[in-house]
């Protein structure tokens, strides 16, 4: 693959900022990309979660963005809040070339005074969801008539989700002259339908379209038992990290429930949780807090968190398009991953687009160590103070090894938001650091700190 030097008219600070991130080549798609962006043209362009399509997209639109216009010019449309937030922080780290350059989100669960507040004191590029960004049309806090370039990604799942019309609307709102880029994991009609409305002669790029088959071992079982099956199938591959999809809100409560109860580091993630709730459970499950993660297909998409070993289906998706994007959440970048499937007798006949191609795994041949448990040694710890108290991750570790007198090896990931900063911290510390906080500043300033359950 090519080096990002590659790239027209590259700025060397940008090339630096890629670099310590260890972006050391192009995936495929970016290397098809992001010149032909950077030029100007539309693109509709087919590639699977995990390819490095946000960079394939973000690079370009932050290097065309104009400094000295404070309006958005670029607008990135998602499905979800947690895609939305994902490409959001992948953006900023690498837009932190460009001084002053503003990322704003824009999606529910957040109050839209808040965001009209931020909207009104400008912003260079916008990353939304369909809803939020409707509704603030709807309100007048927000023009689109400086829009240079709008992204549409993982257009499909948006148009399964009913956005075909609020798509159209919104683009309505821009300039016609604007370049169009989507990005969509499969071609179904209605994604061709949207492009034959929104794009002008696309540049039509296909790129790691099928799922390797060596990178994801897929394996089904049938069972008149699913959640007897799951503990045999946990005791048998002992993940470090599990991430397990149901289709409804009220199964994964109940999942959750059933698992915590035997023992195991577990957090549920779907759509009755507030936005707060929703970023605390992916960063719990991202830092090894919690080893299990259940999921509506909420986090199917947009869940980019490098490490997930195993993906169990406790129920079946619903088509072949779902279930590519929830083991996609497996086998990242270069890495392998198993994905599992459970379904009952009754269901064979609805799960012949996994069955015709997945192994058929047998429960005899599983070696279930009956005292396995999925527990964490890490809990986390939430400060409240992040970026906008200029709280860095190194002022966090600085105070909790020099002031508190932790040893490095007991602090685990530092997630940093806007308004808090979450640390994994070993079992053992966490209640010394907790009670030390309540009297040691950081940065000179007392912080109110707490346990996350």
Known sequence: MAS???????????????????????????????????????ILAQSKTGSGKTLAFGIPCIMRTDMNKNKPQ??????TRELAEQITVELRKVAAYKANLKILTLYGGVPLRAQAESLAKGAHMLIGTPGRIQDHLAKETLTLDSIRT?????????????????????SSNMPKSRQTLLFSATFPRKIEKLAATLLKQPLVLKVDT???????????????????TLIALIQSYKPESLLIFCNTKAEVISLADRLHRRGHSV?????????????????????????????????????????????????????????????????????????????????????????????????????????FKMISSYDTLCINGGKKTKLRAGDILGTLCKEIGIDNKMVGKINITETKSYVALHHTVIE????????????KKKYVAWILD
Do not use: W
């Open 4 to 42: 990002f030097e590659t790239i027209t008219n590259i700025p060397k600070a940008l090339l630096d900022i890629i670099d310590a991130f260890n972006f050391s080549k192009m995936t495929e798609i970016q290397e098809k990309a992001i010149n032909p962006i950077l030029e100007g043209k539309d």
């Open 74 to 79: 670029t607008i990135i449309i998602t499905p």
């Open 150 to 170: 709008l992204v549409l990604d993982e257009a499909d799942r948006m148009l399964d989700m009913g956005f075909y019309d609020e798509i159209v609307k919104i």
């Open 210 to 228: 099928i799922q390797e088959a060596t990178k994801i071992d897929e394996v089904v079982y049938e069972t008149s038992d699913k959640f007897k």
């Open 267 to 371: 957090i549920d993630l779907h759509g009755d949780l507030d936005q707060r709730e929703r970023n605390e459970a992916v960063i719990v499950f991202s830092n090894g807090s919690k080893r299990i993660l259940v999921a509506t297909d909420v986090a199917s998409r947009g869940l980019d968190i490098k490490g997930i070993e195993l993906v169990i289906n406790y129920d079946l998706p619903i088509d072949k398009e779902i279930y590519t994007h929830r083991i996609g959440r497996t086998g990242r970048a270069d890495a392998t991953g198993v994905a599992l499937s459970l379904y009952s007798p009754n269901d064979s006949g609805k799960c012949t687009y996994i069955t015709s191609h997945a192994r058929k795994g047998q429960m005899k041949d599983l070696r279930a160590d009956a005292t």
């Open 432 to 443: 010394k650091v907790f009670k030390a906080l309540k009297s040691v500043k950081i940065k």
